[in-house]
């Protein structure tokens, strides 16, 4: 079992910056890919950015640019950086990891983290 836990969301104004941190804890071999989730009212969480293992990257079209997604392998911790924020950013941020145990990769999932941006 893999516990993620999430912090750093808030409510910024149009323009400003943010950055959410997980942290992931408990059994496991290996962590594979770490990446970041968003969710409003009505939609389906879609992927905002994520990185593998052998630190590829990959962003959604809409944050390429603003957004930006590190890694801390030592601390099995993830980062996500937000800047120029828009009012459409505002979702519900939840941590994704992908990680081994006994051989089964699972996927597990933080409780999320509000940002709310202001225009």
């Known amino acids: 079992q893999v516990q993620l836990v999430e912090s750093g969301g808030g409510l910024v104004q149009s323009g400003g910056s943010l950055r959410l941190s997980c942290v992931a804890s408990?059994?496991?071999?290996?962590?594979?890919?770490m990446g970041w989730y968003r969710q409003t009212p009505g939609k389906q969480r879609e992927l905002v950015a994520r990185?593998?293992?052998?630190?590829?990257?990959n962003y959604a079209d809409s944050v390429k640019g603003r957004f930006t997604i590190s890694r801390d392998y030592a601390k099995n911790s993830v980062s996500l950086r937000m800047n120029s924020l828009k009012p459409e950013d505002t979702a519900v941020y939840y941590c994704?990891?992908?990680?081994?145990?006994?051989?089964?990769?699972?996927?597990?999932w933080g409780q999320g983290t509000q940002v709310n941006v202001s225009s």
């Open positions: 990185v593998t293992d052998l630190g590829f990257t």
């Open positions: 408990g059994t496991y071999s290996t962590i594979n890919a």
């Open positions: 994704n990891v992908d990680a081994d145990s006994s051989g089964t990769i699972k996927t597990y």
